[in-house]
């Protein structure tokens, strides 16, 4: 299982204790034939719960020389306000035509808030589309502000703005905007660092403002208090440069200029600084700190052209990410959005339930499923071990995997953890409560599918999707004006008419099948015209409707229309179409629904005329075959005798016999596989399967001679217990007798050899024959396997020079390995050792990177 689980961990990171991260790429960035590079926006901004990105140009870069170009003005008095997507589509852009422009941030339902150097804000949509203004205070109008912040306080959006005065001034609700005058920070009238380093934490109770000012901490109130913080940083300090709080509010983030990271929890100010890592880049200010929702926070430094950035934990456990041009860090509330020039990248914690289903070396009942669904797509025995394993804790792990599928991003990850709850949940004696779960968990999942697809550009998160309403999400995407996408979420989320406007036309079609004066054709041909001209109706639910109305042929025709097999052949078994479910069932490709119909079948039919009803289609009889396989090998045998098909018959003895509890019940199993074999004239199988009972009573024997257990072992497991006991004289007699090929044979024999340290009688046997019939490097392997150098040495002295190499690499010599190559004056043989080569192995590096550079090789 360890080996099937590793490449699900190939992009995770550890970072501390049994905690990981991931970093992957969520969309190839749109903007790419705008020549958009992150350095040249003076004012960035993102929705939360991936929205979208605003962006305003620096005036101060200049234009590339060539080429399309986001539009730009020269001055952020007029500049063009460019919005994208977060797969950097291009959604809109229009120019300022106001003051000058200081920022703009996303209020909670996606409106462009723009506050300008008076403090006035200006709210627009995100087409430009003027809504309404507000001033922050005649001060802030009269002085000007330096910095100011847009903020999200519980689902409402709010503004802070910071005077040339050094004073703040609140606006808690943009929709209800009241100004408030916050409190002072003391000796604010003196230069300082602080203008950049202060963020808005939001509690239950209170709006506040953590600012530093040099090396001191301060907290501000919305009713004019003003508290000295202990910063709780042990050494002294210039002073702060940066500054963010946890999506959580409960702790913050600082850096000092000497590039300390501090952490400090907010639930208890009087207490010291929870981690104080030194990121080591003194005087080198951050672009950026963010955090990566409330476990980690994440440094961004430019240094000599490198873009790093720097993860920091509690626990001062740290990642570092590089990139290859400037970033823009997004922090969320369960991960880190990090947008680049080319790519829009995601760094998010390894969730817990993703951990326990495909961590390498998982033991939770989800792994245990995970690996048994592959195993039994793959055809493999295997996957029955797995499904003993996990079967005490079966609904358990279908839970898992469920809640793991709506954690990945990756649809081919998605449908693989789905079809393992789905196979987990077949076996469930009382399974409505999983299934339930199962069906909601797929719908919401595609809907989010759909809004991360790279035309909407919506990579939203199931933490996130969690955190809003339904309501709150079609009102994201009416403003982006995606009315067919709503529309069809809608429709398939079967909201009710006070979230979408499906119900008005169900409610129509409804009406249409009232009318009792009009054919069924006729009613169906106008349902039908107005409802195709909508995507995402369920006709369904309209057929379901007319069902209940009793015009059944009305709901046949119309569930004709219905583009879900999934939906559409139970609905064709509740209305008695048995044929017509079984014909959808296979043109839709899905094994699962025509599973489901022939199951219907066979416990409404009897069986007789079921299996006459299923053989006239092969597809379908194949599958029914399968599932006979697995769940009723009783039933398959009296398909097989009725059909004549001896060979196939036979086949139903193998699995017996390997279940039987006794050896003549399973040699009495194989007999009648032998005999239907023979009057099949399938001399193959007939052949495999003498010889299987050859080596169970041959196995039978040497049970009696050696009283140990030998029945059930194959023929290699066999022969290497007997070469275990010593039987030289039976192994041999034993080889000959099963044809196995002398290459086999030594190998097995010298392993064995070398397990039991018996050193001379494996130097008898490599002198047995003029030639060894495997090479000699393999005995000193064999010997270094199990501990014994010297014996190993003796042995790799009369092997050739390349299998030599070979071995001493493979045995951890390397500095012997080096030399010979240094001898060999081989660069390729010097590269493979020091492709093994770790830190420590410093020496040996340096010996053959001298003889490389010896030899004119860089």
Known sequence: MTMAMQNFTDNWSPFGFDVYYRKFELYQMGWQKF????????????????????????????????????????????????????????????????GPLMQIGWSTINELVCIQDDGRVLLYDMFGTFIRTFGTGQEAADVRITDCRIFENKSQTGVIVLTETRKFFLVSNIDNPTVRAMGDVPGGNTPSLFRRCWSVVCSEKDINVYITKDSDLYCLNKIGQVQEIPSGISENTKGFVALSASPNQKSIALVTAEGVVVIKSLEDVDSG?????????????????????????????????????????????????????????????????????????????????????????????GAYLLEACREYEALSYKADEYLKLVKPNLEEATMQCIDAAVQEFEVSMQKL????????????????????????????????????????GMPVTWRQFQSE????????????????????????????????????????????????????????????????????????????????????????????????????????????????????????GNSDLVYDVILYLKSKLGTAEFLMRIRSNREVFALFVKYCKEFNPKLLRDLFIQEDWRSEEAFTFIPESFEALSVPEQLSALQNAVERFDHAKDDFNKKITEDQIKLIRHQVKLEEKF?????????????????????????????????????????????????????????????????????????ALAAHKYGNVVEAQKYLLKVDD???????????????????AIKQKDPVAMGAVLDKCRREDSAVTAKLQAAKTGLGYT
């Open 273 to 365: 600084a929870v981690c104080q890592f030194d990121a080591k880049c003194p005087d080198n200010q951050p672009k950026q700190l963010a955090w990566c929702g409330n476990g980690a926070v994440v440094g961004y430094w430019e240094n000599n052209g490198s873009h790093i950035l720097l993860m920091v934990g509690p626990k001062k456990d740290w990642i570092n990410f590089r990139f290859d041009s400037s970033v823009h860090l997004v922090p969320e509330i369960d991960s880190l959005r990090v947008i680049t020039r080319d790519t829009h990248d995601l760094i998010q914690k390894v969730p817990a339930v993703t951990m326990q289903v495909m961590k390498v070396g998982s033991m939770a009942p």
């Open 469 to 588: 309403t339904i309501t709150s999400l079609l009102d994201r995407l009416v403003a982006r004006r995606q009315f067919e996408l709503a529309y069809r979420v809608c429709s398939y989320l079967e909201l009710p008419a006070s979230q979408g406007v499906s119900r008005i036309l169900l409610n129509w079609s409804s009406y249409k099948m009232n009318q009792r004066n009009e054919s069924d054709e006729d009613v169906a041909g106008a349902i039908i015209g107005k409802l195709e001209k909508t995507p995402g109706i369920s006709f369904a639910e309209c057929a379901r409707n007319a069902r209940a109305l009793g015009r059944l042929s009305l709901a046949v025709e119309l569930l004709e229309r219905e583009p879900s097999a999934q939906l559409q052949v139970p609905l064709l078994l509740e209305f008695g179409k048995d044929e017509l479910a079984l014909s959808k069932a296979i043109q839709s």
């Open 35 to 98: 020549n958009v590079d992150i350095s040249d926006f003076a004012i960035i901004s993102v929705a939360k719960n991936g929205g979208n990105i605003v962006v305003v140009r620096d005036d101060r870069k200049k234009q590339p020389p060539s080429g399309p170009e986001v539009p730009h003005t020269t001055a952020l008095i007029r500049p063009n306000i460019v919005v994208f997507s977060a797969a950097g589509r291009l959604v809109w852009q229009f120019a300022w035509n106001s």
């Open 707 to 779: 009283a140990k257990k030998f029945v059930g072992l194959t023929v290699h497991k066999t022969l290497e217990a007997l070469l275990q006991d010593s039987q030289w004289k039976l192994a041999e007699e034993f080889k000959k007798d099963y044809q196995m090929s002398d290459r086999h044979f030594w190998f097995l024999k010298v392993e064995v050899l070398a397990r039991l340290k018996q050193w001379e009688e494996l130097e008898k046997f490599m002198r047995s024959a003029r030639k060894p019939v495997i090479g000699l490097e393999h005995f």
């Open 802 to 820: 390349e299998q030599k190499l070979r071995c001493m690499l493979k045995m951890g010599m390397l500095d012997e390995a080096a030399d010979l």
């Open 417 to 456: 953890l789905f079809r393992a709850a789905a196979f987990g949940k077949t076996f469930l004696e009382n399974k409505t409560a999983v299934t339930d779960n199962f069906v909601s968990t797929c719908k919401y999942l595609r809907v989010l599918n759909a809004l991360r697809h790279y035309l909407y």
